[in-house]
């Protein structure tokens, strides 16, 4: 079995913090994988899950993971963040890299990566050099993930697509009787480039046509109070409720939610998505971006068009008129879907072969 390590630095607490460790677990407690996940200024959580301090500096983290990949087999999982520190590193102990695009590169907008000197700092996609650094393999968490690394230099034959994996172990919820009123929820970090506004408007659209609409955010983060000022702009506070960040956000969606909005259009994968997903609870999504990889439009979910809350709120209107059957279809298709395509043990499977294959084309 390879040694893997894999690593990230850590500016919030999201998807993309959640995905990281995920894929580490599940290849040591799936398929016994030795394998370790080192966060910068955070933890490398080993085979005991133990705790041991990664450091802010440089110096501290090149340590820390070289004493980890000093062993036959091993494999380092880089990300787009640290690739500048990784490659090198990796070079020079002769160990093969894949790296993963945790997120979607934008031609307009700046990137957050640590530079080689050990700082963190915004860089524009066209000055990264991504297709100059020695990589044995980049992956893209979706298609949409995959093809922007074009926009950084990266050639796309040097992309595999791995989807990210969500556990699928929970009964699909029944929905709400037909003529009832639907419950939309939006989930996530409470960020401007999440685009909840998005879904604000649109309620503020459909409860202007009359539609008794129900909204629930579960959000946190710098940008709750925005959301709440709009929510009060719009005249939406019968409508709408803040119901903060949830750790049982999985289950809780299961008992009080028919159907997740998710309006963003530059989410690299969109794990809330998924995570509805594996308890049969449909999603609204933009028709750009990662979601729309995850939900089916029509069989698992709808999609409207990116960036129109008119859209969104004829969609939201369209799911809202479903009859009772067709929403129970639909919940049940979530789950398969999310069970074929988007499951840990999918997602420890694919890591776990592209590690054998570095391998093997590095003893070649």
Same mark, same amino acid.
């Not at 000022?229 to 049982?248: H, K, M, S, Y």
């Given at each position: =079995? ?14 993309? @913090?959640? +995905?990281?460790? =995920? ?11 030795? +394998?370790?996940?080192? $966060? ?37 999982? +880089? ?23 945790? &997120? ?8 957050? $990566?640590?530079?080689?000197? &050990? ?22 968490? +979706? ?32 929905? $709400? ?46 940008? @709750? ?7 009060? @702009? ?37 794990? $809330?998505?998924?995570e509805a997903g594996s308890v049969g609870v449909p999603a609204i999504v933009a028709d750009r ?10 069989e698992t979910g709808l999609h409207f068009r990116a960036d129109d809350a008119g859209d969104l709120a004829g969609r939201m209107a369209e799911f809202a008129a ?23 043990? =999918? ?18």
């Amino acid at each position: =079995m390879p040694n893997v390590v894999s690593t990230w630095y850590s500016s919030a607490s999201g998807g993309a @913090e959640v +995905s990281g460790k =995920m894929l580490s677990s599940q290849l040591r407690t799936l398929r016994g994988v030795r +394998s370790t996940h080192v $966060v910068w200024n955070g933890r490398h959580d080993g085979d005991d899950d133990s705790a041991q301090s990664g450091g802010w500096d440089l110096a501290t983290y090149q340590r820390t993971v070289t004493g980890l990949l000093d062993q036959p087999g091993s494999v380092l999982i +880089s990300n787009h963040r640290t690739v500048a520190v990784d490659a090198p590193l990796a070079g020079s102990l002769g160990v093969p890299i894949i790296v993963v695009m945790r &997120g979607i590169v934008l031609p307009d907008k700046e990137i957050r $990566v640590v530079r080689d000197d &050990g700082t963190f700092a915004r860089h524009r996609p066209a000055d990264l050099g991504w297709g100059r650094i020695a990589v044995d393999r980049w992956v893209g968490i +979706s298609q949409a993930s995959a093809r922007s690394l074009t926009i950084a230099g990266v050639s796309r034959d040097q992309v595999t697509v791995v989807h990210n994996g969500v556990a699928v172990n929970r009964p699909a919820p029944v929905p $709400v009787a037909a003529g009832g009123r639907i419950r939309f929820a939006m989930a996530g970090r409470a960020a401007a480039w999440k685009q909840f506004g998005l879904g604000i408007d649109a309620a503020a659209i459909l409860r202007d046509r009359g539609a008794d609409i129900s909204l629930t955010l579960l959000v946190a983060g710098p940008g @709750e109070d925005q959301l709440r000022a709009l929510v009060e @702009e719009r005249g939406l506070e019968q409508n709408v409720r803040f119901a903060g960040w949830r750790g049982d956000f999985v289950s809780w969606l299961n008992r009080n939610v028919d159907c997740l909005i998710h309006p963003c259009s530059v989410e690299g994968f969109g794990r $809330v998505v998924a995570e509805a997903g594996s308890v049969g609870v449909p999603a609204i999504v933009a028709d750009r971006g990662g979601p729309r990889e995850i939900v089916r439009d029509g069989e698992t979910g709808l999609h409207f068009r990116a960036d129109d809350a008119g859209d969104l709120a004829g969609r939201m209107a369209e799911f809202a008129a479903l009859p009772v059957a067709r929403r129970i279809a639909m919940a049940a298709a979530t789950v398969a879907r999310t069970r074929t395509l988007f499951s840990v043990e =999918m997602m420890a499977d694919r890591y776990l072969s592209l590690c054998r294959s570095v391998l093997g084309e590095a003893a070649a």
